[in-house]
């Protein structure tokens, strides 16, 4: 890591109008939490399940990805295109170095926002058959989440020229439409884990659900996701070659 | 001397080579690498720059190899012709990261001395999206001085500045270049290597042209034969008056038109008129044919 690579890519982030948006997503959930609570005929009772519902799919199941894909394909994003990337290229930096703090910033970036995104709603519907253990749960679900997500879409960032949209055909063909009907597929889904994840780490006095994948499935895919998209970023980096084009 | 040491260095992409088969040394002074767009000068500059693997042959920085080796950035600096920068940053903080990255020891002190040195104290505190071309240019280079490099490789600095900016770069060169560092400048107008490159490559194609001094490039390059398209009353005429000059060795009529071939230009432009006043001539326009920069490359090219 290096703190002056950080600095910059937190400036980077936040000169990106697409910050903007993604705060407004995050804010999505409570305004939900809101109208439910105005509109429930008995907000005690249904409190829990409008929250399992919330929490695992519009916060974890679409909240996340499409966060992690903003920052994580900002990381390295249009410094690539645009070739201020040379100006960190010619540094005594290894480039490793670089690679690691362009997807720290995007795993915090993503998981600072899901905090709000968790929370908020939460205390908007309060009710005491949901103690704060359950979005606890689900904020472990949104760490792994971040990691596992910011790694692949800052790798999609520095390896392919359109990130967003290869990000996007992910998300909407592998996670959304393969994996909620194949089960086979939820190996491939980082949503899956996500929500696998938050369901182990919750008591099972929660009564929450059972986990979807398991639990070597995900240690296996999640250290694989991981380590092969970060190699693949610093692959690309360290081929990454400057020159008028011929 | 040698900081820069070109071995048979070759660079292609696919089967297009960008560059072909350059040797040569460079040493403390200002070096200018001088040639047409197209030419090669970036993929030589990313060569030494250690950004570019050559394909084939060698570069060496202060005897190493410059590619896969970050810490050839220590005594060395480029300056992309790219205009592209942080935008979003200010001047200062862009030098200033500059100075982190290089793991200066007083980072802000280094910041201020780089950018006093390109004058733009003035503006560093204003984001570099609202700088103009020439001061993005400037904020460039402080940049890559910050941590005074025994090597600077500059690729097209004189772009986008106006003459007044021009002259204040080749000042900060000069000055730069006086503390016996070597400073590499590519270009493809002649003229603004004036008074400041002693040396001058000249790359055409990918190969090596010609290099030399300054002024022997220049003189090769305007002492080259010229070729004029002459309209007159009498072109015939005009054609066997020509041919009287020593400098002139080959005539050819077509159309209405007059082609003259001279080893010499200044001395054409002095016998023509008073030729043809003598023989009552009148002249209706006189046009060089190659007077443009890749005819000039070609010529010293086929020399």
């Known amino acids: 890591m290096h703190r002056t690579i950080v600095w910059l890519t937190w400036r980077q982030i936040f000169a990106n109008r697409r910050l903007y948006l993604a705060m407004l997503f995050s804010l999505a959930p409570v305004v939900i939490a809101l109208l439910f609570r105005s509109f429930s005929a008995d907000p005690e009772k249904e409190s829990r399940g409008f929250y399992l519902l919330l929490a695992p799919d519009i916060v974890l199941g679409v909240l996340l990805p499409l966060s992690a894909l903003v920052f994580g394909t900002t990381a390295f994003g249009g410094e690539i295109d645009d070739g201020t990337l040379l100006y960190l290229l010619v540094k005594p930096v290894k480039r490793w170095r670089i690679v690691i703090s362009k997807y720290v910033v995007a795993v915090l970036s993503t998981f600072l926002l899901m905090l709000p995104a968790i929370f908020l709603p939460w205390l908007a519907v309060s009710a005491p058959d ?29 390896a392919v020229k359109h990130p967003l949209v290869i990000g996007l055909m992910y998300i909407v063909i592998i996670e959304e439409a393969l994996a909620r009907s194949i089960a086979g597929v939820k190996a491939l889904s980082i949503r899956e884990f996500a929500t696998a994840f938050s369901l182990r780490m919750a008591d099972s006095s929660l009564n929450l659900g059972t986990p979807l994948v398991s639990a070597s499935n995900m240690k296996v895919m999640g250290t694989l996701f991981l380590v092969g998209s970060l190699a693949l970023a610093l692959y690309r980096l360290a081929r990454y070659e400057m020159a008028e084009k011929p | 001397m040698t900081a820069i040491e070109l071995k048979n260095t070759s660079r292609w992409y696919g089967n297009v080579v960008a560059v072909n088969d350059v040797s040569t040394t460079l040493g403390p002074g200002i070096t200018g690498v001088l040639g047409p767009n197209g030419a090669g000068k970036t993929t030589l500059l990313h060569m030494m720059a250690g950004l570019l693997s050559p394909s084939a042959g060698r570069v060496l920085v202060n005897g190493m190899p410059a590619a896969g080796n970050p810490e050839v950035y220590r005594t060395l600096a480029l300056v992309p012709e790219r205009e592209s920068v942080h935008a979003f940053l200010t001047g200062r903080e862009f030098v200033r990261m500059s100075a982190k990255l290089q793991g200066l020891a007083d980072p802000n002190a280094a910041t201020a001395r780089a950018i006093e040195l390109v004058e733009m104290t003035a503006a560093q505190d204003r984001r570099i999206s609202t700088y103009s071309k020439g001061m993005r240019q400037r904020i460039k280079v402080a940049g890559a001085l910050v941590h005074d490099p025994a090597v600077i490789l500059l690729d097209e600095p004189f772009n986008g500045m106006d003459p007044r900016q021009r ?14 560092r070597v400073i590499i400048i590519s270009s493809h107008i002649l003229e603004e290597l004036n008074d400041l490159a002693t040396n001058v490559l000249v790359m055409v194609s990918g190969r090596l042209a010609a290099s030399g001094h300054f002024r022997e490039i220049r003189k090769l390059m305007t002492d080259r034969p010229h070729t004029f398209t002459i309209k007159s009353t009498d072109n015939r005429m005009l054609a066997s008056a020509l041919l009287r000059d020593a400098s002139v060795f080959g005539v050819e009529l077509n159309d209405g038109l007059l082609t003259v071939r001279t080893s010499d230009r200044g001395a054409l432009t002095r016998y023509l008129p008073r030729t043809a006043r003598d023989a009552n001539i009148r002249l209706h326009e006189i046009r060089p044919t190659d007077e443009s920069l890749e005819s000039v490359f070609e010529y010293l090219v086929n020399r």
């Not at chain 1, 949901?130 to 520095?158: H, Q």
């Not at chain 2, 002259?167 to 016996?180: E, I, K, T």
Request: aromatic share 12%.
């Open chain 1, 130 to 158: 949901l103690p704060i253990s359950i979005p606890v749960a689900y904020v472990w679900g949104a760490a792994l989440g971040a990691i596992l997500y910011g790694a692949f879409f800052t790798m999609l960032g520095a």
């Open chain 2, 167 to 180: 002259l204040h770069m080749m000042d900060v060169l000069r000055g730069v270049a006086a503390q016996g």
